[in-house]
């Protein structure tokens, strides 16, 4: 689920910073420490999906959940039990 929002947009907009930076030693280092971060990166961002699915649950059913966010029933209850498509645990 691909979608634009301004949060995908900011993260292209590090990411044209960084291709952006005339020196190619700094360039390739920076980049390559953002590539080191995604897996924590990803894990955090998970955390906060999960936290967000959960207090919506709080006072939605999981039907509702899923057709305010466009996904399956089912896709709600692994979010909100911390399963993803890539747990890596």
Do not use: F, H, W, Y
């Not at 390739?28 to 897996?39: K, N, Q, S």
């Amino acid at each position: 689920m691909v979608e634009t929002s301004p949060a995908v947009g900011a993260i292209r907009a590090v990411i044209a910073e960084l291709a952006a930076n005339p020196d190619p030693t700094g360039r390739a280092r920076a980049v390559g420490a953002v590539l080191d971060a995604v897996p924590q990166l990803q894990s955090e961002l998970r955390s906060v999906r999960q936290a967000a699915v959960v207090e919506m649950r709080s006072t939605q059913s999981l039907a509702e959940v899923a057709a305010e966010l466009g996904i399956s029933v089912p896709r709600v209850s692994q979010i909100a039990s911390g399963v993803s498509r890539t747990t890596k645990k």
